[in-house]
């Protein structure tokens, strides 16, 4: 049996050169494998050109395509942030005791002035009771020392010596005439003297007793007010200390876990503090920038007096709806990073952001005019060089090298490379290659690239 295929003449080649060092069995018994093989060969080559000459051709390729747009693009620049509380409050007791009662739930919000705890009272009202009792005495002692009793008397027996002593002027002064016409005894007139120095004597002493009483009553009256006065206040201390057995919260905010439990002693100098409430509206928010940047903002911003609005972008990827602005900046470089760091506030009337948060604040440096604005993932990147992929009026691919500019959310600014009407490959790149035609279709985004849809 003859068989005629492209490779029999090589086989034949093959089996001749063998020939002179095998039998011709041996040749025979490895000849018709090789034939049937060789068989087998060309019935497969056969039924693939076969194949292929009736098979149809496989359809272009689906992409996503972007109508390139000019329009004004704002710039934003983003910084890693770090929320934290700014006056963050230690709640401590102010007198000693021991804690009857917890009035809050850790984690809570609560107001200024809402009871926290509740301590043993009992000492504190006792002493309070004894302060209003002190203050009573010092008021009567007061009222006794202003009403001038001992005054009054020693008045009273100034005024009955003055009367004595005028009798006793009388006296002499009826007798004298008397005992010159013998009309009367010597020795009622020299009783009569005697008893007129005698009540002058007295009169004297009477004064100055007056005088003694009324410095007496004086000082009386002053020390009888102090004494009231401090007693007051050592009722006041009293009252406030047992205000305090009541620990109240300083400000608003988010309470934290309690330290010391029901029944555990707080002692107004203790190192530990009972919990601590943290301020969530404002929340606070800390993030650096470069020295170049800093300069750049006071030479663009401070210089003009404007304000310059900030969005905080959570780690979610979500915006806190509500603006933010700076409100001061540290007062040194970092000499090992280069930066300095801003402090802002955003409103968080929610509560809904906690301190210790990471994030990113955006912040909004120009506006860009006549940009064109495309999706970050339709932009090639090969070793350091930039391009995307668009097509022609034929629906061909065209590799176009760009250069790129400020990021602008998930999108690039194209400084160069592209024009409006340009149709920019945004999905289904790895698909496209340069020449080929594709089947493309809208790009439809989840939210809108035309650049003046940016502008806040």
Known sequence: MVVRSPGSQNLGLVVASVGGMWSRNQIQTIKLPLTLALLLFVVGCQSRASASSTGSTPPPPSVSVLDVELGDAPIYRDYAAQTFARDMVEVRGRVDGYIDKRLFTPGSTVKAGQPLYVLDARPYQADVAK????????????????????LTQAEADLAQAEANLLKAKLDVERLEPLVKEDAAARQDLDNALAALQANQANVKAKTANVEQTRLSTRTQVDSSHAQ?????????????????????????????????????????????????????????????????????????????????PLDLILADGTTLPYKGRIQNAANQVDPKTGTLELQATFSNPQRSILPGQFGRVRLKIADKHNAILVPQRSVQETQGLQSVLTIDSDHKVVARPVTTGERVEDGWIIENGLKAGDRVIVDGVQKARPGIVVAPKPYVPATSLKPEAKAR
């Open 228 to 308: 009231l006065e401090s007693n007051r206040a050592l009722l006041r201390t009293a009252e406030l200390n047992l205000e305090y057995s009541t620990i109240a919260a300083p400000i608003t905010g988010l309470i934290g876990d309690s330290l010391v439990q029901v029944g555990g002693l707080v002692t107004k100098n203790s190192s530990q503090a009972l919990t601590t409430i943290v301020p969530l509206d404002p929340i606070w928010v800390r993030f650096n920038i470069s020295e170049a940047e800093y300069l750049e903002y006071q030479q663009r911003f401070l210089r003009d007096k404007t304000e310059l």
């Open 131 to 150: 302060a209003k009792g002190d203050v009573a005495q010092a008021e009567a002692a007061a009222e006794f020392s202003r009403k001038q009793v001992a």
